[in-house]
């Protein structure tokens, strides 16, 4: 497998940022939903800043993948309708900006809200805003609905993947699987 | 009678004595006196400090062995800009001031550290009496004087926020005091 994407498909430093960070940010989103269920002041204190790590490191991964994707080639677009190929790029752009939105409002909230920020027992990053437990409110409703957006943009980006490779069989999710064979190629360099 | 009365001459011989020969007694200004803390919690520190305590001090740096600093704070008055933790400071898992509304240092002596003058005593909080010793700092200023005082009181040895709270890595083992006071001799 190529590190590099080809004409034809995403390479294995792009499907590592894709699939790593679609697992990180749907399990974190989750968990950050669920922190409430702790059940005592001390557990909810270490999740949130396991929830908080884990964030910043989303952060972190999705700087490395825009460099690593200003600095790669893109495969590409399959055959398709006009149409199908703006939405698509649209439904990514969105994605991106979802992507980077999440952890920074939940930096924002926790500078807002005056907490700490840990990133997992090692060192402290500082606050980006002045303490304001009125704004601290609001933004941390932003946070969350940021996640419920993110869901719903996915519906639509797993949607169309899942469309294609079921209904179209074609290639425009294999070129993202891991170990995705393309179709009509015998080896595109893959694996 | 006579020897109960034999071992209180002598006490009462020292009572008599800071008057004429004793240390000075001070009176705290409260609106430019304070008493400060300072710990950490996840990797960041912060600062706390009490509203209600009262100090009786006697003191004359050339007097060391007649010197006591008799402190006690209310509890309940703790404020460390942060709702949150100063709710949670007053209860049970905390000061647990229910229990144990005040907390009470008294001096057992002073000594000399080099240049600096070491108040040593005892503390009481939470029910948990353990000897701490603080770094003073006296600068005499007209009729009346500065006093700060400084010193670690390590959390754990009074059970402040013991149990699943006794995580170090989370909220830091050391609490730093820092108090000034303005006094006007009495």
Request: proline fraction near 5%.
């Amino acid at each position: 497998m190529n590190l590099r994407s080809t004409e034809r498909q995403w390479g294995a430093v792009a499907k590592f940022f894709h699939w790593l960070m679609a697992l990180v940010i749907l399990g974190n989103g989750i968990f950050g939903l669920c922190m409430d269920l702790a059940s005592s002041p001390m557990q909810k204190i270490g999740w949130f800043a396991l929830h908080k790590s884990i964030g910043l490191t989303v952060l972190a991964l999705f700087l490395l993948r825009l460099m690593w994707r200003l600095a790669d080639r893109r495969p590409r677009d399959e055959p398709g309708p006009r149409w199908q190929h703006l939405a698509a790029h649209a439904v990514h752009g969105v994605l991106y900006v979802l992507i980077l939105a999440m952890p920074l409002s939940g930096w924002w909230f926790n500078s807002l809200r005056g907490f700490p920020l840990q990133y997992f027992k090692q060192f402290n990053l500082p606050a980006i805003a002045e303490k304001n437990e009125e704004l601290a409110r609001t933004v941390l409703a932003l946070h969350e609905y940021l996640f419920y957006i993110l869901l719903l943009v996915l519906v639509a980006h797993v949607g169309a993947a899942l469309k294609h490779h079921i209904f179209d069989n074609d290639n425009v999710l294999r070129r993202m699987l891991p170990f995705g064979k393309l179709r009509g190629t015998p080896s595109q360099g893959d694996s | 009678m006579t020897s109960i009365a034999r071992s209180l001459l002598p006490l009462l011989f020292a009572a008599s004595l800071p008057g004429v020969a004793g240390a000075a007694d001070y009176a705290v200004q409260p609106a430019s006196s304070k008493l400060g803390f300072s710990s950490n919690f996840q990797g960041q520190s912060f600062d706390g400090s009490f509203g209600k305590w009262t100090a009786t001090i006697t003191y004359d740096p050339a007097k060391l062995n007649t010197s006591k600093f008799d402190v006690e704070v209310d509890l309940a008055s703790v404020k460390t800009g942060d709702n949150d933790r100063d709710s949670a400071l007053p209860g049970s898992d905390f000061f647990n001031v229910a229990k144990f509304p005040k907390a009470h240092f008294v001096t057992t002596g002073f000594h000399q550290n080099g240049n600096q003058v070491v108040a040593d005593g005892n503390l009481t909080l939470r029910g948990v009496t353990k000897p701490v010793s603080l770094n003073v700092t006296f600068k005499p200023q007209g009729n009346g004087a500065t006093l700060d005082v400084s010193g670690t009181v390590k959390r754990l040895d009074f059970g402040v926020g013991g149990g699943e709270y006794a995580d170090t890595s989370v909220i830091g083992p050391d609490v730093k005091v820092n108090a000034h006071l303005t006094l006007t001799a009495k």
